[in-house]
């Protein structure tokens, strides 16, 4: 009889009643299920649903399609693009680029601190320093101006520009042509 008794005691597990039975089961199945559904809300939480006055039409996740569409559309957007431009094309002179990209801070309402065209005092320090310095200060920027360079306008078109600017405050700097190493590559394009 001693052998039934120990034996019952051997086998006996950590629920010994229906309410811990219940809370076992609940706390295996149930609480894992609700963890997964939170994690999943959290997930999805970046599409809050919005007010829909617009009456534009929203997916699932309470945003209209198209703010959706934009936004994986800039998260998947290219780094770098090419651009293919005509190279023996006319150069821009400096008047040209100046009022196109340099007048809303060189201009004569401008920029305070900007050396505006034609301020020869101004100029001068800068002119001091030379063509090729203030050739790199347009194109990478210094300061609060930003750099000028890789937009609309090739380098010499840039430089062009500068040489407008200086040249108005008194300096006396040769307008910049494309490099003579380009003419020869467009004779033997044309080739």
Not at 88 to 93: G, H, S
Not at 149 to 158: K, R, T
Not at 169 to 178: L, Q, S
Request: hydrophobic fraction near 40%.
């Amino acid at each position: 009889m001693s052998d039934v008794a120990h034996t019952e005691e051997a086998h006996t597990g950590p629920i010994k009643n229906p309410k811990q039975l219940l809370l076992a089961v609940f706390f295996s199945f149930v609480a894992p299920i609700l963890i997964i559904v939170g994690l999943v809300a959290y997930v999805v939480s970046a599409y809050q649903p919005s007010s829909s006055a617009s009456g534009e039409s929203m997916s699932l996740y309470g945003v209209s399609q198209e703010a959706r569409d934009r936004d994986i559309a800039q998260r998947l957007k290219r780094v770098g693009t090419v651009e293919i431009r005509d190279a023996n094309r006319e150069l821009a002179n400096g008047e040209a680029v100046f009022k196109a990209q340099c007048v809303a801070c060189h201009g004569s309402p401008g920029i305070p601190g900007a050396p505006h065209l034609g301020e020869a005092a101004a100029w001068g320090p800068r002119i001091g320093q030379g063509y090729a310095t203030l050739l790199e200060h347009a194109l990478k920027g210094k300061g609060a101006m930003p750099a000028q360079g890789g937009g609309d306008f090739e380098d010499v078109e840039i430089g062009r520009a500068v040489v407008y600017l200086a040249n108005s405050g008194g300096a006396k700097f040769p307008v910049p042509d494309r490099p003579a190493a380009a003419a020869p590559a467009a004779e033997t394009a044309a080739k």
